[in-house]
């Protein structure tokens, strides 16, 4: 059977409509964001440089596409179609008409489908992992830099332990089929877990201790949704099955946890450690508040800043780590279209076919880029202040 | 100094210590002993052959006694024949004596590969060497290349220079390994033709131009962004102290004032940077050899934790933590010596 292609002019017109979701969500971003710009603070500032506007507007392209994946793709990313195997960009498939825009790879699926599915996979887990590495990292890089002492030496030699560790080395050991049939990721989940209940929990005690009522609701509200979401994930165990997560993503979220969280603990110690010398600690200090009110509102909302750069590179960083645990074949699934798994795929048969490999690397690339030129922006911005 | 040294020294064995204890339990793990024993044996194998070896190699001995026997701390016993009671060699093509002994770590013997059927030294220092080549141009690429462009970016802050060298840096810095390794084997294997897709040829033909500037380019190419924005902040920096006006002030030129007075001082924090990127660089280096399939650490690496080859697999990872730890114990005691300001307490 002789199958049609489209022209280059043709695919380059068909990714742009195909994409039309993702255009219109941009542009009523941006308009809104320009028409109101003066009343959002940082996040106004970002559009008054190129590197800015640049940064968001790619970080906001991957998140719609992610938002709006199954409009996008004109395929099922794991369908096979055998007339289509290894076919060049632009073929169109003789039954639905449809064009396979970036080609397909070995096993005649559609790639551009799979680019578009994978960016689901990279943007739900890399940004909730750094999240959870955030947690844990300032809940014990508080105590650290703020009291000193021993406190600071067991947890500082524990942070460098896993800093010490090639992170390639921890994800082979950490992230195989054989440690999911031992209980290890679950007791990982389980300490990992616990802390951004404890941080809550935390913050809104030491605040709003003179006032029970209030407290009362707080509490309830983080331990109940702390809770949920902590049985979901931990245990598999929501009484409402909307939270579930499968064993191979239980662990490879774990093990980028793992990874990640001595980083963010060593930033936010440095950053307590420079902040504790200020006036406004030692008036606190002086009022005779608890040490961890200190910490949490008076310490923690002046290292905000530099964090908020550090989260954006570290989302790109995860990124990166996820596509190394998919170039290795750690953890996911052997069909799962997230990029590192397509690029590890793809890069085996270079010598025959190229275009499988090229969308997943760009999209990679393009995606990490725009984080870093976030945080590249948001650190001139807050260098300005 | 010298009690900073030694200290740094204990804090770093102790590290070892625990490091490769957890090393030690995550390949001990039932399921990782049931894989070993299948590749020793074979598939087929049923349950009862596979506890049999298991049991007649010493993997079912207290877990502390085999840490300790592995550290050479506790006797390593030879293997009994049940048939005949003989003391026999537990692997007979690592020529282990069949008698027992004190040999570990400590002594120097780092065991048996049962992937590769050699004793693991004769394997992990040639793939060492060989690693050791690819980390040598891959630094004569990046250290100059990224020190030129930091140098050029941060010499005028904010001119048109320094927006494109910070943007390619950031560009460069947002492209891994085997991102980078893809698009260059695009262009320059699959399309142009120039060079070697693979360096696989490089293990026993030698390194060459043709078949080993992929993988030096692919794995330069991450590190020189980080590096490059590391000295460019230094650069400018130093570019607004006193004695820079000072130097412009009395009438010297401005290439003179940046190759006299600037870069010395911009240098210092650049060197702490290259020498902190050699943990990423070991990630690097097992992305790269895999990909360009080239037969050094990072493969073995590899082949050892897809095997699960207890032996080879906790040395490489006693290699790969000790050149991390020294490495920051040099860029600590190195910055010191560079930056007469800092002195260690």
């Known amino acids: 059977m002789q199958i049609e292609y489209l022209g280059a002019f043709g695919i380059i017109l068909g990714v742009l409509a195909r994409f039309w979701p993702v255009w219109v969500g941009l542009a009523i971003v941006l308009v809104l964001s320009l028409r109101f710009k003066k009343k959002l603070g940082l996040y106004g500032q970002l559009f008054d440089t190129g590197v800015g506007v640049a940064g968001v507007m790619i970080c906001l392209f991957w998140l719609f596409t992610a938002i709006f994946a199954s409009t996008v793709a004109p395929f099922n990313p794991l369908a096979q179609f055998p007339v289509m195997k290894n076919v060049l960009p632009g073929a169109i498939e003789p039954q639905t008409g449809e064009a396979f825009l970036f080609g397909a790879d070995r096993?005649?699926?559609?790639?551009?489908?799979?680019?578009?599915?994978?960016?689901?996979?990279?943007?739900?887990i890399a940004p909730a992992a750094t999240l959870f590495a955030l947690m844990v990292g300032t809940t014990l890089g508080l105590p650290a830099g703020y009291y000193g002492g021993r406190v600071d030496s067991i947890l500082s030699f524990l942070a460098n332990l896993v800093l010490a560790f090639p992170v390639i080395l921890l994800f082979y050991l950490l992230v195989t089929p054989g440690i999911r049939e031992t209980p290890i990721p679950q007791w990982m989940a389980g300490v990992f877990?616990?802390?951004?209940?404890?941080?809550?929990?935390?913050?809104?005690?030491?605040?709003?201790?003179?006032?029970?009522g209030l407290l009362a609701v707080q509490l309830a509200l983080t331990l109940l949704i702390g809770g949920w979401v902590y049985l979901g994930l931990v245990f598999n165990a929501d009484p409402f099955g909307l939270i579930a997560i499968s064993p191979n993503q239980l662990n490879i979220f774990v093990a980028v946890v793992f990874a990640s969280s001595p980083g963010v603990f060593r930033i936010v110690r440095g950053l307590v450690m420079d902040i504790k010398t200020r006036d406004y600690?030692?008036?606190?200090?002086?009022?005779?508040?608890?040490?961890?009110?200190?910490?949490?509102?008076?310490?923690l909302p002046n290292a905000r800043g530099p964090l908020i750069v550090d989260v954006c590179l570290r989302i790109g960083y995860t990124t990166i780590l996820l596509g190394t645990l998919g170039y290795f074949g750690l953890g996911l699934a052997p069909e799962s279209p997230d990029w590192g798994t397509g690029i590890k795929e793809s890069s085996r048969l270079l010598r025959a076919y190229v275009h499988p490999a090229l969308p997943p690397v760009f999209a990679l690339m393009s995606f990490v880029l725009g984080l870093n030129l976030l945080a590249d922006a948001l650190r001139e911005q807050s260098l300005k202040d | 100094m010298l009690s900073f040294v030694l200290r740094r020294l204990g804090v770093m064995a102790l590290t070892m210590l625990c490091l490769t204890l957890v090393v030690f339990f995550l390949v001990n793990l039932e399921p990782n002993l049931k894989k070993l024993a299948i590749s020793q044996l074979d598939m087929r194998s049923s349950s009862e052959q596979l506890e049999s070896w298991l049991q007649k190699n010493g993997y079912r001995e207290n877990f502390f006694v085999r840490y300790g026997q592995w550290l050479g701390v506790v006797q390593k016993q030879p293997n009994v024949d049940p048939g005949t009671g003989r003391a026999v060699p537990r692997f007979s093509y690592c020529n282990e004596p069949?008698?027992?002994?004190?040999?570990?770590?400590?002594?120097?013997?780092?065991?048996?590969s049962t992937k590769f059927k050699v004793p693991v030294a004769s394997k992990l220092f040639p793939a060492l060497g060989a690693t050791g080549i690819l980390m040598f141009w891959v630094m004569m690429v990046m250290?100059?290349?990224s020190l030129l462009i930091g140098v050029l970016a941060g010499m005028r802050e904010g001119s048109r220079t320094d927006r494109t060298l910070s943007?390619?840096?950031?560009?460069t810095t947002a492209t891994p390994e085997y991102v980078s390794g893809v698009i260059f084997a695009v262009i320059f294997a699959s399309w142009l033709g120039w060079l070697n897709g693979s360096a696989a040829t490089a293990t026993r033909e030698g390194i060459s131009f043709y078949n080993f500037t992929l993988p030096v380019m692919t794995m330069a190419v991450y590190g020189i962004g980080y590096i490059a924005r590391m000295t460019r902040a230094s650069m400018v920096e130093v570019m607004t102290q006193q004695y820079i006006r000072t130097a412009r002030l009395k009438g010297l030129g401005f290439g003179a004032v940046v190759v006299k007075h600037a870069l010395r001082n911009a240098l210092i924090a650049p060197f702490t940077v290259i020498m902190l990127q050699f943990p990423w660089l070991?990630?690097?280096?097992?992305?790269?050899?895999?990909?360009?399939?080239?037969?050094?650490?990072?493969?073995?690496?590899?082949?050892a934790a897809s095997?699960?080859?207890?032996?080879?697999?906790?040395?490489?990872?006693?290699?790969?933590?000790?050149?991390?730890?020294?490495?920051?114990?040099?860029?600590?005691?190195?910055?010191?010596?560079?930056?007469?300001?800092?002195?260690?307490?």
């Open chain 1, 107 to 124: 096993l005649a699926r559609d790639v551009f489908s799979r680019m578009v599915f994978g960016s689901q996979i990279v943007l739900i």
């Open chain 1, 193 to 212: 877990f616990i802390f951004p209940i404890i941080f809550f929990s935390t913050l809104f005690y030491t605040r709003y201790r003179s006032r029970p």
């Open chain 1, 281 to 299: 600690v030692a008036a606190a200090q002086t009022r005779g508040e608890s040490p961890w009110y200190i910490m949490l509102w008076e310490v």
């Open chain 2, 98 to 112: 069949a008698e027992p002994r004190y040999s570990g770590i400590l002594q120097g013997d780092f065991g048996c």
């Open chain 2, 143 to 145: 250290v100059p290349v």
């Open chain 2, 167 to 171: 943007v390619a840096s950031i560009a």
């Open chain 2, 282 to 303: 070991l990630t690097g280096v097992v992305i790269v050899e895999v990909m360009f399939r080239y037969q050094g650490f990072g493969f073995t690496l590899v082949e």
């Open chain 2, 307 to 345: 095997n699960n080859d207890i032996d080879l697999l906790l040395g490489c990872s006693l290699v790969s933590v000790f050149v991390v730890l020294s490495t920051q114990l040099i860029s600590d005691v190195g910055y010191a010596y560079l930056n007469p300001r800092i002195r260690v307490q």
